[in-house]
């Protein structure tokens, strides 16, 4: 079973998910480039090479994008040095883009000699901002949960990183505190 969470709508948003709350500390999920190397896999970027990097690289473009995910999710925009950070991750990539189609759907993928992960990811990062609102980026309002997630519903009032986990906690307690307000 995944210890890792896939609950933002992109690689890019899941990666900076691979630190997470639980039992109240903030946990860590990449220990090792092993780990790296697993969480690459469960997020359908297996042309990535974990060994290609370090882990601290990978912590540290980490840490920039959930500083971004969160300057936008407090209303914030994109600024030039986010654009250099990304950008300077895009220029690692070392082949071509194809155009290919799977289950009837088109999608772009990309064929690397080097396999730089951290390509990947920026490379999603910018799918995101250039193809999507970055203002739909959210982080979780669930008590304590540090998630991020793009919001893709209709109404754009997405306010969970998932229903089933904080979701129904939050809800728990909110009815909690109305039936209790209401017997005092």
Not at 28 to 43: G, M, P, V, Y
Not at 147 to 175: Q, V
Request: hydrophobic share 40%.
């Amino acid at each position: 079973m995944s210890s890792f969470v896939f609950v933002g709508a992109s690689p890019a948003v899941d990666f900076v998910n691979t630190e997470i709350v639980s039992a109240g500390e903030r946990v860590d999920l990449l220990q090792s480039i092993d780990d790296f190397s697993a969480w690459l896999r469960e997020a359908g970027l297996t042309q990535g090479d974990a060994r290609a990097v370090s882990l601290r690289e990978v912590k540290s473009f980490r840490a920039s994008l959930r500083q971004l995910f969160t300057r936008l999710a407090k209303g914030g925009s994109v600024r030039r040095s986010d654009l250099d950070l990304i950008n300077e991750k895009l220029q690692r990539g070392r082949g071509s883009f194809r155009l290919e189609s799977k289950k009837g759907k088109l999608g772009i993928r990309f064929e690397g000699k080097e396999r730089d992960p951290l390509f990947l990811i920026a490379n999603a990062a910018a799918e995101l901002l250039a193809g999507g609102d970055p203002s739909l980026i959210r982080q979780c309002e669930g008590r304590g949960c540090i998630l991020f997630f793009y919001d893709e519903t209709k109404s754009h009032t997405r306010r969970w990183c998932s229903m089933a986990g904080c979701g129904n906690r939050m809800k728990s307690i909110l009815h909690y505190q109305r039936t209790r307000a209401l017997r005092e």
